[in-house]
């Protein structure tokens, strides 16, 4: 392990877990989906042209900052929400840590029957 | 975004060649690298150590679920459990499921790797920050065994 991963790590430490939870429903991707194109949004601006309530619109956000996908900023007397993508971006490395090292179990493998 | 992992190869032997791989004890560790203590049994636990140079205190374990016979064998298990000292018993594991297909050539192997999100927030870190580093060496070591023992 070198000085540089770890210490990498250590400075975008988050929380990882909820991150697959929170993308795992569609209010919330396409909620992500906006965000991660324009500039930060207002709840207003998020539930216009959705069937959704501001309620629930407002409990789904709070589901993506609780995973660190979202952060909200104060701007003025409004709170925005804005996209942060680092955490969606660690669990894209960690899956691909996994899918390498079933690769490498599956030529094994290949080997192994093929001989 | 993906929570689960698949894969799927094409393998030149009959179905009941790689049945054998992947459900008999000794052929398993063979490859994929690990001694395990006895044979695999539905719904029982399988132990073992892991056989990789430098990893061998890394235990094995991971409960059978499915054993049909050439179709589908399946195991739970907790990835990336390497600190012997922590207990990862309480977590929930990941499901990994072999799904064998016969083809004109031999056999179409469909690999599942299931439920990372259910992994607590610290083992993900956990699990992340210990193999960054280490898997860059360890692929070196596979590599020079795959060339040397095909």
Redesign the interface.
Not at chain 1, 90 to 95: A, G, V
Not at chain 1, 99 to 105: I, T, V
């Given at each position: 392990?070198?000085h540089k991963?770890?210490s990498g790590?250590?400075s975008r430490?988050r929380?990882?877990?909820?991150?697959?939870?929170a993308?795992?429903d569609e209010t919330r991707l396409s909620l992500v989906a906006k965000l991660s194109v324009g500039r930060p949004c207002s709840i207003s601006q998020l539930t216009g042209g959705s069937r959704l309530t501001r309620q629930a619109i407002t409990k789904h956000l709070r589901v993506l900052e609780g995973a660190g996908i979202v952060h909200s900023v104060r701007a003025g007397r409004e709170k925005l929400f804005e996209f942060h993508p680092e955490p969606?971006e660690?669990?894209?490395?960690?899956?691909d840590?996994?899918?390498?090292?079933?690769?490498?179990?599956?030529?094994?493998?290949?080997?192994?029957?093929?001989? | 975004m993906n929570d689960r992992i698949e894969k799927s190869i094409e393998l030149k032997a009959p179905v009941s060649r790689v049945w054998r791989a992947l459900t008999d004890y000794r052929e398993f560790g063979e490859w994929f690298r690990v001694k395990l203590d006895g044979p695999f049994m539905a719904g029982q636990v399988s132990r073992g150590y892991i056989t990789y140079p430098g990893y061998e205190h890394v235990k094995w374990e991971a409960v059978v679920q499915k054993m049909e016979p050439e179709r589908l064998f399946s195991f739970t298990w907790h990835p990336y459990s390497v600190d012997p000292k922590a207990d990862y018993s309480k977590e929930t594991p990941t499901l990994v499921e072999f799904k064998l297909e016969a083809t004109a050539g031999g056999t179409l192997l469909l690999l599942t790797e299931s439920g990372f999100d259910k992994i607590p927030s610290d083992r993900r870190l956990e699990a992340f920050r210990r193999n960054e580093g280490g898997w860059t060496e360890q692929m070196k070591n596979i590599e020079g065994h795959v060339t040397q023992k095909p």
């Open positions: 392990m070198s991963s770890r790590i250590a430490r929380a990882h877990a909820p991150v697959f939870a993308l795992g969606m660690e669990i894209r490395r960690y899956l840590l996994v899918s390498e090292q079933w690769d490498q179990a599956l030529s094994r493998l290949k080997s192994f029957v093929e001989e | -």
